[in-house]
């Protein structure tokens, strides 16, 4: 009897479920199989016109990327917005939250709001108003810099300081997010602990390195995926303040992806870069989860 | 309840009527780019005035998304009946089957002379013999320059031949100095190295357009010429970021020529303080043998009728309206854009702007880009390899060689079509007919 209603009910959950899964079969597995088989054609132009005109070349497309030098390019440009951006996000993000968590902060929901703002606020919008800031002759950046005796930088036309002018754009467009994450996983810090360690003497600094710091572990590794995934896929900054210039140095793999399928419009080759993309990505994310396990233990 | 059913009805009923009895016209869709996007509406309004059996619906489309929205457009089936198409990428749209051929129409249309045409503008319409847009607008490129600065170097005029005009140039150089320079031929331009290209009689690509053709002795030549200018100091090696502001550049003196296209006489008129107003005019672009060689780029916008309309017949005459000279005439004076029709440019808008006068004598002279649709993608690869040479950096026949070697990996395709018999291929004598 026991057994038939727990059955009845996992066929009730069967049915629960059925309409996310056909929606995620439909709207992504679907689709990413289609891209699959896309990247092994040379799917272009011509093929939008008369899809018989389309090949099958295998590996070939991965191949003539791994050969393409612009694809290395984009990929040590993604990987330099990667590991600068992404420590200096956890720091910015985890500073942010603890400044709002202290119990001296006044006017808290003024200040999570405005940090939270430019999460939310258009990218092109934002690139306006930073393209001013960043402005060679007129910048604000260059007017402080020049009070400070600094020579004005041309901070989007220099191949060398392009990328940290990105940097520094998606680390204030991004880290309201983190920290909002931030806050909560604060919020669930047993204010006990906290009191249990200042009994037993320690500072402001031991507390954040032994009660703080462990008690936010989930979250960090949290934010740290997401981060890294949200990174890697940088398209948006680049692509509204230098579309991949000055001389490709704020190239990324994304707007790489983007100039073939929907500049030039090698569909194939633009679904090669997204898989490859995709296990540069997992890679990244299976050495964090082993990286943090081995911390763990 | 037996009322309430009847009110449902009378509603369901007022509905339906309402919307057959208003509206016994036919509706067609047209989208446009820009600041033509925008004052087309009046002219749509004018249209259904003459013909009321019509409905146009314009859109504007901002340039910078118009062709990707084009293109995705076509993909998913919602392209307007008629629409505005920039002539370089009628080639592209060509490939697509996205736009019907007009050959039939215009052999029957009354409203629109093929003789009252620029035939370097006509030809980027004409695909395999066949025309697949009418142009609409047009624009090229000319010779910018300072009347006074040439004036010093002892030339009331642009001589016409390169070795003339390098001579006129290294006169401006010596009355200007140091750090000016006697023209601006931005590093990051594919045109300039194209045109001359095209003036020496290179063709670019052979076969078809299915093989590379960089390594040609005339646009080896035309690419010497080139890079001389800035070897010898009569061009800055810079690209246009690094000029920042070209308007007060010119002004200061900076550079004494440029060229640039019609946009800018606006332009210049605007940013250029009056008392400089009279120290700049305009020239057609001298030639390798002299004026007639001297060619420019066809560009400018076509009309073209999407294949998968279904009210071809009313979109046509919506294009047969726009073509019309008095239409043309009122365009001109709404956007400031160069007429189609040649016998348009008497009309006041044109004439009373005297650095336009050149434009007309250059439109004469001007020759389509390779019509194919990589061709955006290989000029944007040409911009990338001379750079090196322009800097000094790589040696000139070093950089044609791998721009050959690039562009014919690019075009493996076309020659597999050419081969299966897919590629649709120009064939001289039908693209004469057609012309004519």
Not at chain 1, 18 to 25: K, V
Not at chain 1, 31 to 40: A, F, I, M, T
Not at chain 1, 248 to 277: C, D, K, N, P
Not at chain 2, 159 to 179: F, I, L, N, T, Y
């Amino acid at each position: 009897m026991k057994g038939s209603i727990e059955r009845r009910q996992a066929q009730a959950g069967r049915w629960f479920v059925l309409p996310a899964l056909t929606l995620i079969g439909v709207f992504f597995f679907v689709p990413v199989v289609v891209g699959l088989v896309l990247s092994l054609t040379d799917f272009d132009i011509y093929a939008i016109g008369d899809p018989s005109i389309a090949r099958f070349v295998g590996a070939g497309n991965y191949v003539e990327i791994l050969r393409n030098p612009v694809f290395w390019k984009a990929l040590g440009n993604t990987l330099y917005f990667v590991f600068a951006s992404g420590p200096l996000m956890m720091i910015v993000s985890l500073a942010a939250a603890l400044l709002l968590n202290a119990k001296l902060a006044r006017a808290r929901g003024f200040f999570r709001t405005a940090y939270f703002l430019p999460v939310v606020t258009t990218i092109v919008a934002v690139s306006i108003v930073w393209r001013y800031l960043y402005h060679p002759h007129y910048g604000w950046l260059n007017f402080a810099l020049g009070k400070l005796g600094i020579p004005p930088i041309d901070w989007l036309g220099d191949p060398h300081w392009a990328m940290p002018a990105i940097i520094v754009l998606a680390v204030w467009k991004n880290f309201g997010y983190n920290m909002l994450i931030y806050l909560a996983g604060l919020q669930g810090i047993p204010e006990e602990l906290y009191e249990a360690a200042h009994l037993d003497g320690a500072g402001w600094w031991g507390r954040f390195v032994h009660v703080t710091l462990p008690g936010l572990g989930p979250t960090m590794l949290f934010v740290s995926i997401t981060t890294l995934l949200n990174q890697f896929q940088l398209f948006a900054e680049p692509y509204v303040m230098t579309q991949g210039g000055p001389l490709q140095s704020t190239m990324t793999l994304v707007l790489f992806l983007y100039e073939q399928g929907f500049r030039w419009w090698r569909m194939g080759m633009a679904a090669a870069i997204a898989f490859l993309l995709f296990l540069i990505m997992l890679t990244g994310t299976l050495i964090q989860l082993r990286l943090s396990r081995e911390r763990t233990r | 309840m037996r009322r309430t059913g009847l009110a449902v009805l009378a509603l369901l009923a007022l509905f339906g009527c309402g919307g057959a009895a208003h509206d016994t016209r036919t509706t067609i869709r047209f989208w446009g780019m820009g600041r033509e996007g925008e004052v087309v509406s009046d002219l749509a309004r004018d249209f259904e005035r003459e013909n009321p059996d019509v409905h146009v619906i314009v859109q504007g489309i901002p340039w910078t998304a118009a062709h990707a929205k084009l293109l995705t457009a076509h993909v998913g089936r919602s392209l307007p009946d008629c629409f505005q198409l920039g002539n370089t990428w009628v080639a592209e749209f060509t490939a697509l089957h996205a736009i019907d051929p007009l050959t039939p129409w215009l052999a029957a249309s009354r409203a629109i002379d093929t003789h009252d045409q620029f035939p370097g503008v006509w030809d980027t319409n004409v695909m395999g013999g066949v025309v697949y847009g009418v142009p609409w607008y047009v624009d090229t490129r000319v010779l910018f320059y300072r009347r006074d600065l040439l004036a010093r170097a002892g030339y009331d005029s642009i001589p016409q031949s390169w070795v003339e005009w390098r001579r006129a140039m290294e006169a401006v150089k010596r009355v200007v100095g140091k750090d000016r320079y006697a023209i601006l031929l931005p590093a990051n331009e594919w045109t300039q190295p194209v045109i001359f290209g095209l003036q020496n009689g290179a063709t670019l690509l052979a076969d078809h357009d299915t093989r590379a053709d960089f390594e040609d002795p005339a646009f080896e030549q035309a690419f010497a010429f080139f890079l001389g200018l800035f070897r010898d100091g009569l061009a800055p090696p810079v690209t246009n970021n690094e000029i920042a502001n070209v308007y007060q550049e010119f002004e200061r003196g900076t550079f004494a020529m440029y060229i640039t296209g019609p946009w800018n006489v606006g332009e210049f008129r605007n940013r250029l303080a009056p008392e400089h107003q009279s120290a700049w005019t305009t020239s057609p672009l001298p030639g390798p043998r002299g004026a007639a060689s001297g060619i420019s780029l066809a560009g400018g916008s076509s009309l073209v009728l999407s294949r998968a309309g279904e009210h071809k017949q009313a979109a046509w005459r919506f294009i047969e309206y726009l073509c019309r000279p008095e239409v043309q005439a009122r365009f001109t004076h709404l956007t400031g854009d160069l007429p189609a029709r040649p016998s348009v440019w008497a009309d006041t808008a044109i004439t009373k702007e005297p650095a336009l006068a050149a434009f007309k004598t250059q439109l004469e002279r001007v020759v389509s880009t390779p019509k194919l649709p990589e061709w955006e993608e290989i000029a944007n690869r040409l911009q990338d390899q001379a750079e090196g040479p322009i800097r000094g950096k790589v040696p000139a026949d070093s950089a044609l060689a791998r721009l050959d070697r690039d562009v014919n990996a690019m075009l493996e395709k076309r020659r597999w079509l050419l081969e299966h018999g897919k590629l649709l291929v120009e064939r001289p004598a039908e693209a004469r007919m057609a012309q004519r």
